[in-house]
């Protein structure tokens, strides 16, 4: 039992996650410091967390659509509209309540549309979710009629900034949904029919899956949880910036589900890996900032070690790797 | 000596054929093999120049390999080629092509997009000063499609066109590129009648210029229409190569679909009545472009038996019964209460059961575990909410696993591990865990090895015994014999009869398969 709990930690993602926080603290020996100031925590690791949060958030919904052998890449759009329209309507004197639920109510029809499109219309989920990727963000300009449109509500600011129990909300935020998620597909049958639909989709249906409703609602969560991340990062910044809110943190939000594992040709997938693979791309953000490396370096780093974390996920290392093991297991 | 050898394989080929130089193109032998799995067994195979030859045979019998091979895509693992009587390796389709051997498949692979005259000359083009001459290009295509009776503008699109413009496109581009053999690989399946004929035409000419045409289809119309020799497979074994008019329908069937099946005894042997329990009651249930409206009353603990070449509508039929393709035609009642049969998920929620032909494609979930896959549909029948956790499913498919004796070495390995017979059996395992009422099998037995086969066809009779309905498809008569209380016969996407007693036997159902319904319908003694 200890060994089974021990195998569901220590894997490729957790590894390279560890392996990347222990680089950063080589180049930055202050790395692992963490204080306690004014009721919160503060300290490189915390900022990891707090910044990677919005692209975690991204990722928990983009893993089961991948898992689909689907992509979502209208979440950083549906980012920008959600921050747009949150801010928009405190400005117009709404509470916070209805401009937080008008936000998530927008990301929601956003994953329905998406939803329908690939499901009903059987269209491309790339193509399908691109539409929606460069509307999207023109309608958030029109939303904010092209200005950043800036707010001081309180309660909003609050989700962007503010604390719990010590953690920065995104994180606490970021870190509820991903239990909840995994919760619910897990505890319920949707993991299995994700997986099922995403292996084959034909195969699936015969078996009585219903999967076009399947895809509606696995889009719908994609939509929620992009919605949830554009409150986050207009609440952090006290205002919707239409053009940049979200900008190119799909494809991030796609890294991010591959390197914990989903496969872009569907199956398998592990939410709280796709985190982990979220909070290593952050590590990596983090890591090269903080060491005082110049930040041009920043994209070609990164890329080198996703290349490096890929490569070790691949068939072949996979291969040759359980060409090595295969020794061990014959004596346990 | 070669000499000799080839004077043998010319007797057996056909009358016609007179020396060794006659065939254009001839296969000796040819084996081919798929890990354990023989897909072409000592085939010889002869074309002739100016003769239509049709090649016959069930899925599986071994077509698709042999054409691969006489294209070059595949390299046989025994035996040779031979074309214009000098053996020839063949590398790829490309290097086939410099031997003139042209092949047109069904889904027409040219570039939709481009001109009409960019697909005839792709890779071939006139040139002038190292530019495409698109006007000789043109003027050449025009000459070109006239032969073949097209007048079409060489420069529009080429997906602007029919599909079966399109068939003789890739046909005018093949013949011009390669221009000895012309390898059809079932052209007509997605042209009309009016389309066909145009092709038939087309083909015709082509005969009379003295081309050597393999024409695959599995319309046995289109057979005798067009063909002047046959070859036909089954199992990967060569069955027969003769002349079509000294054949008649029954007779080619025969062939097509058992060894030597005698006409006199071998009845099968369940007289006693299944019980007079109405399950299901199919009136004039139909869809259009699919099946025509077919009668039929299943009772509980029965086996119905489905007959009938490929395309002849067997597999449509079970679609429509289990929702997958709903019905736009007649009703359907179980139990005297009418059924709507929409989805597949409503036919499940209704105790139906659906093990699909192609096993690959739309049975098994090859990446899932075997565990998974034969707890999805009664996972699929609980819903999404009441999910069976780890140990019940481990439970549900060792149960399960061992009642059908599936060899696997763990319930968590990937279904696509098995042996083809081992994931049939998961599928069925996977339709027993959701206790159906009515399972429809579509060749279960097909490509699995012998001891799964036996399995499974023991497994039919005990859950017909056990009072279960079952519906199964199958092309090996010996078998739907074997376990069968009734036999439909399916031709031309239609039911053309009702067999049951003293007529189920292979005689009469392959007179049925061959010929209309009314002759082979004589009423059994009961």
């Known amino acids: 039992m200890n060994r089974m709990a021990l195998r569901n930690v220590v894997n490729t993602q957790t590894v390279a996650l560890v392996g990347v926080l222990l680089l950063n603290w080589v180049l930055f020996p202050g790395f692992f410091r963490i204080e306690w100031q004014d009721g919160r925590l503060f300290g490189s690791l915390i900022d990891v967390l707090n910044r990677g949060a919005p692209v975690a958030i991204l990722a928990i919904g983009m893993t089961p659509v991948i898992a689909t052998k689907g992509v979502d890449l209208s979440v950083g759009a549906v980012m920008a509209m959600a921050g747009a329209v949150a801010a928009s309507l405190v400005v117009a004197g709404y509470p916070a309540w209805i401009a937080v639920s008008g936000a998530l109510a927008l990301g929601l029809a956003c994953g329905i549309w998406n939803g329908i499109l690939v499901a009903l219309l059987d269209i491309q989920p790339i193509i399908a979710t691109l539409v929606l990727m460069v509307a999207g963000r023109g309608i958030a300009q029109l939303v904010t009629e092209g200005s950043i449109v800036t707010f001081s509500d309180p309660t909003l600011v609050f989700i962007g900034t503010g604390s719990f129990l010590g953690f920065p909300m995104p994180v606490v935020i970021a870190f509820a949904l991903m239990v909840l998620v995994t919760l619910a597909v897990r505890k319920t049958a949707i993991g299995l029919f994700i997986e099922a639909v995403g292996v084959n989709r034909s195969a699936a249906t015969l078996a009585g899956i219903r999967s076009r409703l399947l895809l509606i609602v696995v889009y719908s969560i994609s939509g929620l949880c992009a919605a949830t991340a554009g409150i986050i990062v207009a609440g952090d910044i006290r205002g919707a910036d239409a053009n940049n809110a979200g900008l190119w943190l799909e494809l991030d939000a796609i890294l991010a589900a591959v390197i914990g594992g989903a496969s872009l040709l569907g199956g398998r997938f592990s939410i709280p890996m796709s985190v982990v693979g979220a909070l290593i791309i952050q590590a990596m953000n983090t890591g090269i900032l903080v060491s005082g490396f110049p930040p041009e370096f920043n994209l070609v780093v990164k890329a080198g070690m996703i290349t490096l974390i890929l490569m070790i996920q691949s068939p072949l290392a996979g291969h040759i790797l359980g060409w090595f093991g295969r020794g061990k297991r014959g004596a346990a | ?526």
């Open chain 2, 1 to 526: 000596m070669r000499a000799s050898g080839a004077a043998m394989s010319i007797g057996k080929l056909g009358r016609s054929a007179v020396g060794e130089s006659a065939f254009r193109m001839e296969a000796r032998g040819v084996s081919k093999v798929f890990g354990a799995h023989r897909a072409l067994d000592h085939v010889d195979f002869g074309l002739l120049p100016g003769e239509v030859h049709a090649l016959l045979g069930e899925n599986g019998a071994g077509k698709s390999t042999l054409i691969k091979i006489l294209t070059g895509a595949y390299q046989p693992d025994g035996g040779e080629i031979l074309v214009d009587g000098a053996p020839v390796v063949l590398n790829s389709p490309l290097h086939a092509q410099t031997f003139g051997i042209g092949t047109v498949y069904q889904e027409v692979n040219l570039l939709p997009n481009r001109s009409v005259a960019e697909n005839l000359f792709l890779g071939h083009q006139p040139t002038r000063f190292g530019l495409v001459d698109r006007r000789r290009m043109e003027r050449e295509s025009r000459g070109l499609l006239a032969r073949y009776g097209l007048d079409i503008d060489p420069g529009s699109e080429l997906g602007l066109h029919s599909v079966a413009v399109q068939q003789i496109v890739a046909i005018a581009r093949a013949v011009q590129l390669s221009g000895k053999v012309l390898i059809l690989d079932e052209p007509t399946a997605s042209l009309d009648r009016d389309e066909v004929r145009r092709l038939f035409e087309v083909i015709a000419n082509l005969k009379r210029e003295g081309l050597a045409i393999v024409f695959i289809t599995h319309f046995l119309d289109q057979v005798f229409a067009l063909a002047d020799r046959v070859t036909i497979l089954r199992n990967g074994k060569l069955v027969d190569t003769c002349r079509l008019d000294a054949l008649t329908r029954t007779e080619l069937v025969r062939k097509m679909l058992g060894k030597d099946i005698s006409f006199s005894g071998s009845t099968s042997l369940k007289t006693e009545r299944p019980t007079t329990e109405v399950l299901l009651n199919f009136e004039n249930f139909g869809r259009r472009r699919s099946v025509r409206p077919f009668n039929l009353t299943v009772h509980k603990g029965e086996v119905i038996g489905v007959a009938g070449l490929l395309g002849s509508g067997r597999t449509e039929m079970a679609r429509i019964m289990f929702g997958i393709d709903p019905a736009d035609e007649g009703r359907a009642t179980m139990k005297g209460a009418p059924v709507g049969l929409r989805s597949a998920t409503e036919a499940i929620a209704l105790g139906f059961g659906f093990c699909p032909e192609d096993r690959k494609a739309d049975g098994i979930l090859g990446e899932l575990s075997v565990r998974e896959n034969i707890v999805i549909a009664l996972q699929g029948k609980l819903g999404w909410f009441r999910a069976l956790n780890r140990d019940e499913q481990l439970d549900l498919a060792g149960q399960f696993g061992e009642a059908m004796d599936i060899r696997a070495a763990s319930l968590d390995m990937p279904v696509k591990l098995l042996s083809g017979g081992n994931q049939q059996k998961v599928i069925l395992a996977r339709w027993l865990a959701t206790d159906p009422a009515f399972l429809i099998l579509d060749e279960p037995t097909r490509g699995i090895d012998v001891g799964a086969h036996a399995e499974i066809v023991r497994t039919i009779n005990r859950l017909r015994d056990d009072g279960m309905a079952l519906l199964v498809i199958s092309s090996e008569i010996d078998e739907v014999v074997a376990y069968s209380s009734r036999v439909v016969v399916m031709r031309d996407r239609e039911m053309v009869a009702e067999l049951r007693g003293e007529d189920i036997n292979p005689g009469v159902i392959v007179q049925a398969i061959a010929t209309h319904g009314e002759t082979a319908h004589h009423e059994a003694a009961t």
